[in-house]
């Protein structure tokens, strides 16, 4: 086990109290590990073609030990296709952070940075993971984390029978299959991959995948919910 290190990780972006058990699957590897920097990112539902650093005013959470990573903000504000977020842009910022009440069981000082992204196309969206492994690229111990939910508006039996597609193209690391299968939520996922290659990741493992309709039976929308973890040697 001392040998494995993580390097990405993806997460539901629901309420916790709807999908806060898939969530802690991978979470709970994470607890095993040392790392100082933390990069978040959720794909939201407006027609943001760009990829946005979002402020510490706009994402509650920050506290003694997360810090906001104000050096990293300048580093990938260099790079072409990242803006910062006007505060004035509503979105759904509880995905982030409820990625930061999980970052608090570390208990340990953390360099955090949260991002937003729409639906980027698949060139734009490992774009974004190769900028930001190359401004994190002195910072060894750095972990990315996806938070977002797989499916959006589907049928029961879409929301169930797409985990015979997602959790191949996760666990073979060729998140471009996603495009095709939810457009909601492949680039977030691609840029967890696309950054987990960069730090030389040798496999991938989903450990839990469900569905609205396992909590929530009879509910208006039907989401998928994943708990991923993209492991590399050390």
């Avoid at 309420?15 to 058990?21: A, K, N, V």
Wanted: glycine share 4%.
């Amino acid at each position: 086990a001392d040998s494995i290190h993580i390097s990405s990780v993806v997460i539901p972006a629901s309420d916790l109290t709807i999908s806060g058990g898939v969530a802690a699957r991978a979470m709970r590897q994470v607890l095993k590990g040392s790392y100082s920097t933390v990069v978040l990112l959720h794909q939201t539902d407006l027609p943001l073609n760009r990829s946005y650093i979002v402020s510490p005013d706009i994402v509650p959470g920050f506290s003694t030990n997360l810090n906001y990573d104000m050096p990293l903000r300048r580093e990938l504000l260099s790079f072409p296709g990242v803006e910062s977020l006007p505060e004035s842009t509503n979105i759904r910022t509880s995905p982030l952070s409820n990625a930061m009440l999980y970052l608090k069981w570390l208990e340990r000082p953390l360099d955090v940075l949260p991002l937003v992204c729409g639906e980027l196309q698949e060139n734009e969206a490992e774009a974004l993971a190769r900028h930001i492994g190359l401004a994190t690229a002195s910072r060894p111990r750095t972990l990315f984390i996806t938070a977002t939910d797989i499916v959006s508006q589907r049928s029961i039996e879409d929301a169930t029978g797409l985990s015979d597609w997602i959790v191949p193209a996760i666990e073979d690391m060729e998140a471009g299959l996603l495009y095709g299968i939810a457009p909601e939520s492949a680039a977030s996922v691609d840029v967890a991959v696309t950054f987990a290659k960069e730090r030389e990741a040798v496999y991938a493992k989903v450990l839990l995948y469900r569905t609205t309709e396992d909590v929530q039976p009879n509910a208006a929308a039907v989401d998928g919910y994943l708990s991923a973890v993209f492991y590399r040697n050390k």
